[in-house]
């Protein structure tokens, strides 16, 4: 008997769907981590193959990937955010 309550009140989070949005936003937040974290692992593989191919151009391969990084992290924070902000 006391699972009907419980079924009646997640038919009634569902069909407000209140409890679904939250839930795609966090899964959208999670995907966007993911795909920044192997945005940044890519940058990091190349860079460290130029520098092998190349040692004496390390510090401006260096740069480069720092900024490529800097910049991949951040619309990894803007879509988190802009996810967690949707309603």
């Not at 079924?7 to 009634?12: E, K, M, N, S, T």
């Not at 679904?20 to 974290?37: D, P």
């Not at 619309?75 to 955010?81: C, E, G, I, N, R």
């Given at each position: 008997?006391?699972?009907?309550?419980?079924?009646?009140?997640?038919a009634?989070?569902?069909?407000?769907?209140?409890?679904?949005?939250?839930?795609?936003?966090?899964?959208?937040?999670?995907?966007?981590?993911?795909?920044?974290?192997?945005?940044?692992?890519l940058v990091?593989?190349?860079?460290?193959?130029?520098i092998?191919?190349?040692?004496?151009?390390?510090?401006?391969?260096?740069?480069?990937?720092?900024?490529?990084?800097?910049?991949?992290?951040?619309?990894?924070?803007?879509?988190?955010?802009?996810g967690?902000?949707?309603?």
């Amino acid at each position: 008997m006391a699972a009907v309550p419980t079924l009646a009140l997640a038919a009634d989070e569902v069909a407000g769907g209140s409890s679904i949005g939250k839930g795609l936003a966090v899964l959208g937040g999670g995907m966007a981590l993911v795909g920044g974290g192997i945005g940044i692992g890519l940058v990091g593989k190349g860079a460290v193959e130029a520098i092998a191919r190349q040692p004496e151009a390390a510090g401006k391969i260096q740069i480069n990937m720092i900024l490529a990084a800097a910049l991949i992290e951040g619309a990894t924070l803007f879509a988190v955010f802009a996810g967690f902000a949707a309603k």
